[in-house]
């Protein structure tokens, strides 16, 4: 019902930046909380940063002052600046939308794009 296509990750060196993408499409209801999680191998998907429709930000606290969320309602769309980047930020990220209707829980998930930290 909802589709998310992330882009925008790569190979990059420490200390470098790297700016990701989640364009949402179909029935989008608007009043939701767009996130990004990353996830290696042998270990559990963690949250990175959420935004709300209304714009309110959280963060996890090992990405404070690095990671920046946003969005564009119009678009659809959330970003995640990536600044700082350190080897330990090396994973797969995705990108997740939830949202309640009629008191009904819902969510999606993206495809994920893979980050690179390397020199």
């Known amino acids: 019902q909802v589709q998310l296509v992330e882009s925008g990750g790569g190979l990059v060196q420490p200390g470098g930046s790297l700016r990701l993408s989640c364009a949402a499409s179909g029935s989008i209801f608007s009043i939701n909380t767009m996130g990004w999680y990353r996830q290696t191998p042998g270990n559990e998907r963690e949250l990175v940063a959420d935004i709300t429709s209304g714009g309110s930000t959280n963060y996890a606290d090992s990405m404070k002052g690095r990671f920046t969320i946003s969005r564009d309602n119009a678009k659809n769309t959330v970003y995640l600046q990536m600044n700082s980047l350190k080897p330990e930020d090396t994973a797969v990220y995705y990108c997740?939308?939830?949202?309640?209707?009629?008191?009904?829980?819902?969510?999606?998930w993206g495809q994920g794009t893979q980050v690179i930290v390397s020199s």
């Open positions: 997740n939308i939830r949202w309640t209707r009629i008191r009904v829980k819902s969510e999606s």
